[in-house]
């Protein structure tokens, strides 16, 4: 089992729509969690850290539940430059695990 | 600005010849890391640095080797480069603690 798993998608959606990525670890020394995206094999850069107590910036809002090892990312009204991919990220004691990612079209 | 770079960006080698990826961060953080990024499995931790002498293995660190000698860089050697190391490698760095992490730009590797 993958420590840190994500749907790879792709998720294809209408601009405006809600969506919504699910990530599960299976450390649970896991200390912090973080979702990044990243456009076109770029390098990925931090979208938001999530907390416990969830976590909103903007139209993106990220929660994490410790008892059932699961992180989650809420995007509404999308936009077209809103499409990339989203990586799921744990922290366990500094070492950064990612999951595979999931990918994010969003259509006019 | 603080920054974190990565060279060269692009390389081509051949089966069997030794390369050396480097990566430079201006952060003075004490953790650096080297990934690879190919389709379908996303980023796969080579190795990983706490700080100066301290070097760890990562998930895939077979044919791959790293020194820290200084805090700012964190060498990846490919003691013979393999086809199935053609990837993109990305270098990134972290303060001590649970923080985010800051990547290179990554360099593109292709061994024929």
């Known amino acids: 089992r993958k420590e840190v798993e994500q749907d790879p998608g792709p998720f294809n959606v209408p601009e405006g729509a809600t969506v919504a990525f699910n990530c599960t670890y299976s450390?649970?020394?896991?200390?912090?969690f973080f979702w990044y995206r990243q456009d076109c094999r770029k390098e990925p850069k931090l979208l938001m850290s999530?907390?416990?107590s969830g976590n909103e910036d903007g139209r993106f809002t990220a929660q994490l539940n410790r008892a059932s090892q699961y992180i989650s990312l809420l995007i509404r009204d999308s936009k077209l430059s809103d499409s990339a991919t989203y990586l799921c990220?744990?922290?366990?004691?500094?070492?950064?695990?990612f999951g595979q990612g999931t990918e994010l079209s969003v259509k006019p | 600005d603080a920054e974190i770079t990565q060279s060269p960006r692009h390389k081509i080698t051949e089966t069997g010849r030794q390369v050396t990826l480097a990566c430079h961060q201006t952060?003075?953080?004490?953790?650096m890391f080297w990934y690879r990024q190919d389709l379908g499995h996303g980023l796969r931790l080579i190795h990983y640095?706490?700080?100066?002498?301290?070097?760890n293995k990562g998930e895939v660190s077979d044919g791959y080797s790293v020194s820290r000698s200084n805090t700012e860089d964190l060498p990846l050697t490919l003691e013979s480069a393999a086809s199935s190391q053609t990837s993109v490698y990305f270098c990134?760095?972290?303060?001590?603690?649970?923080?985010?992490?800051?990547f290179g730009q990554g360099t593109r590797l292709t061994v024929v």
């Open positions: 990134a760095s972290s303060d001590q603690g649970n923080t985010e992490a800051f």
């Open positions: 450390n649970s020394a896991s200390q912090s």
């Open positions: 999530v907390y416990s």
């Open positions: 990220v744990v922290n366990a004691g500094g070492k950064l695990i």
């Open positions: 952060w003075n953080h004490n953790n």
């Open positions: 640095s706490y700080g100066v002498q301290d070097t």
